[in-house]
């Protein structure tokens, strides 16, 4: 087994992250470019594939490697009976992009996170 250290190479990075149990859930989320001298706009995508250590975002217009980025991730509570129907966990991380292609990227997650309750408002 291999140990990952801060100075890995995105092989060992997938490496790694491939150990995690994945999820095929589409959550939405919103990405901001954390490392860009540019001002990019925030973006809005679907999550194909989530797990502990990152997710996988479908998109034609995918940052580059090594893109740092800060995420919002709304994820939906079920069955827990304490909190309302309106209710989602929001996930805070910030994370870098260690894998891009045609149809999207890879987002590889940093170890510290948030995950609170989120209320959305009613219609």
Request: net charge positive.
């Amino acid at each position: 087994m291999r140990k990952i250290t801060r100075t890995a190479d995105s092989y060992d990075l997938v490496y790694e992250r491939r150990r995690l149990e994945r999820f095929d859930l589409q959550v939405p989320a919103k990405i901001e470019v954390l490392s860009s001298a540019d001002t990019v706009p925030i973006t809005e995508l679907l999550t194909r594939d989530i797990c502990a250590g990152g997710a996988y975002f479908p998109t034609k217009a995918p940052l580059p490697p090594g893109t740092k980025v800060k995420l919002d991730i709304l994820l939906p509570l079920r069955n827990v009976s304490a909190i309302s129907d309106n209710t989602r966990g929001l996930i805070k991380v910030n994370g870098t992009v260690i894998r891009s292609g045609l149809a999207g990227m890879a987002i590889g997650f940093d170890e510290g996170y948030l995950i609170t309750p989120f209320r959305e408002a009613m219609n």
